[in-house]
């Protein structure tokens, strides 16, 4: 487990990252811009469907504000390439497990940042290598989970599952997925995977829809190391990274993910509880 701490840095350079398609979100950019100019912090705002557009230098950022859901934030994760630089979301979408800050509290939450009143937790990242038939390797990073789907296709996928080296079994199911601590509640959850806490190190793994009812949700250490393969020829499958597709899998390719040594930082008040987060989002143990 992780030792939180409280974000204390000079703050001169942040970027805006924002969900472009929400009513009044442009009036609400401007007054954050407006806000951090008052400060003389310097600010860059990019809509989520221009991140892939502008490619931006990130190195200077010292804070990543997030306006939109969770969808918008794991966009956010996959753009920004400094990953010393902490996030903060603000909940413009739905659930908000990761933009769990309210709108209406958007400039109490950005006064704490700069007077250095906000906890800086560290999540884990997923390392996912994607191997062709000629070897050739593909790398991902992933915050919430990687998923092997069957897409549009009817049939059941029969996938392999070897940990620490060892075969331990296989699922023929929909898809499986594996997912971190941040992701379990997420689309594992919906599968009927296990909650975890964000603190815990481990991953859990999830079959989608499986034909058989011994094949259920396993929770795994989350320093072992994990291989998956499609065992049938004629059968192809989806590897999805935090909801997005990547890549087409047959049994000719392979993928190892492990957990990343590198962490993604986000900022919680100090009195933040996750079991209370639930208790808003899902009405837990209600």
């Known amino acids: 487990m992780t030792q939180n701490r409280f974000f204390k840095k000079s703050i001169k350079n942040v970027l805006i990252i924002y969900r472009g398609e929400l009513p009044d979100i442009i009036q609400i950019v401007r007054q954050s811009e407006h806000w951090f100019k008052k400060r003389k912090i310097s600010t860059h705002s990019f809509s989520q469907s221009s991140l892939l557009k502008k490619p931006f230098l990130d190195s200077d950022i010292d804070l990543v504000v997030v306006l939109g859901g969770d969808g918008t934030y794991l966009q956010a994760v996959q753009y920004i390439s400094n990953y010393s630089v902490p996030f903060l ?18 400039v109490s939450c950005l006064e704490s940042v700069v007077q250095g009143n906000m906890i800086l937790e560290e999540r884990s990242l997923i390392d996912v290598s994607f191997y062709q038939e000629d070897n050739q390797k593909s790398e991902y990073l992933a915050l919430n989970d990687m998923v092997i789907e069957r897409g549009n296709f009817s ?96 049994n000719k390719h392979s993928i190892k993910m492990r957990k990343s040594n590198i962490k993604h930082l986000t900022l919680r008040h100090i009195n933040h509880n996750d079991f209370l987060l639930l208790k808003d989002k899902l009405k837990f143990s209600q």
Do not use: W
């Not at 413009?92 to 958007?106: A, C, E, R, Y």
């Not at 072992?224 to 047959?250: C, R």
């Open 155 to 250: 049939h059941l996928i029969d996938i392999s599952i070897t940990i620490q080296n060892a075969n331990i079994y296989s699922v023929k199911a929909d898809g499986i997925i594996i997912s971190s601590p941040t992701g379990s509640t997420a689309y594992n959850l919906a599968a009927g995977g296990p909650i975890l806490h964000p603190q815990v190190n481990s991953f859990a793994i999830t079959p989608i829809c499986s034909h058989s009812l011994t094949n259920r949700p396993v929770i795994v250490p989350d320093n072992y190391e994990m291989l998956f393969k499609v065992n049938n020829h004629n059968q192809s499958a989806f590897l999805t990274i935090d909801g997005k597709k990547q890549a087409q899998i047959s």
């Open 89 to 106: 979301g603000i909940n413009m979408g739905s659930f908000g497990f990761l933009t769990v800050h309210k709108q209406d509290s958007l």
